[in-house]
T-cell receptor, first 114, second 113 residues
Framework: GAGVSQSPRYKVAKRGQDVALRCDPI?????LFWYQQALGQGPEFLTY????????KSGLPSDRFFAERPEGSVSTLKIQRTQQEDSAVYLC????????????FGPGTRLTVL | GESVGLHLPTLSVQEGDNSIINCAYS??????FIWYKQESGKGPQFIID?????DKRQGQRVTVLLNKTVKHLSLQIAATQPGDSAVYFC????????????FGSGTRLQVQP
């Protein structure tokens, strides 16, 4: 069956540009998560949606980061005025129920800011 | 593709041996734990999970052990295969009010043929 998909897989941006990263969760999954993974480290939580509601955005590093999931399915993570420190792999995960137990991850989007 | 875990602790085992990967977690209130496998250029892949009311859970070729007294989690892989080579992360859910996972720093498993 189809897993979590993300696009683009790779994104190169010049410093100051805005970027939008897309996540298609597993069909029917209520919970959706975004994580950021720096090279050589474990993923770090950014934000969480239950259906269309953003219930936790405590991990977003600055107000330049914005996420949405308007219809409770596809989600977009937007980063405005990108900085070099934003370079990382951005991972999306989804889980079936509202408890967010078993989270299934997509392949990630590798963002490089020059 | 990019390399996951350039400077991670590494466990090197011979093909066919059993592997044990250890993880210390931080929050005694964590109620749920999960192990992921990550290969270069890919997202974390679910292996096995365990709730805090259990101390052992078995899957296919894998066993997770939880010791809440010392806040320790381990992953045992039986008859390790070359395809098991990857970086392994443990993760905990520190707060049932939140859904976010907190990941450990990872261990690289290298399987020698």
């Amino acid at each position: 069956g189809a897993g979590v998909s993300q696009s683009p897989r790779y994104k190169v941006a010049k410093r100051g540009q805005d970027v939008a990263l897309r996540c298609d969760p597993i069909s029917g999954h209520v919970s959706l998560f975004w994580y950021q993974q720096a090279l050589g480290q474990g993923p770090e939580f950014l934000t969480y949606f239950q259906n269309e509601a953003q219930l936790d955005k405590s991990g977003l590093p600055s107000d330049r980061f914005f996420a949405e999931r308007p219809e409770g399915s596809v989600s977009t993570l937007k980063i405005q005025r990108t900085q070099q420190e934003d370079s990382a792999v951005y991972l999306c995960a989804s889980s079936l129920g509202p408890q967010g137990d078993t989270q299934y991850f997509g392949p990630g989007t590798r963002l490089t800011v020059l | 593709g990019e390399s996951v875990g350039l400077h991670l602790p590494t466990l090197s085992v011979q093909e066919g041996d059993n592997s044990i990967i250890n993880c210390a977690y931080s929050n005694s209130a964590s109620d749920y734990f999960i192990w992921y496998k990550q290969e270069s250029g890919k997202g974390p892949q679910f292996i096995i999970d365990i709730r805090s009311n259990m101390d052992k859970r078995q899957g296919q070729r894998v066993t997770v052990l939880l010791n809440k007294t010392v806040k320790h989690l381990s992953l045992q892989i039986a008859a390790t295969q070359p395809g098991d080579s990857a970086v392994y992360f443990c993760a905990e859910r520190p707060d049932t009010g939140r859904r976010a996972l907190t990941f450990g720093s990872g261990t690289r498993l290298q399987v020698q043929p």
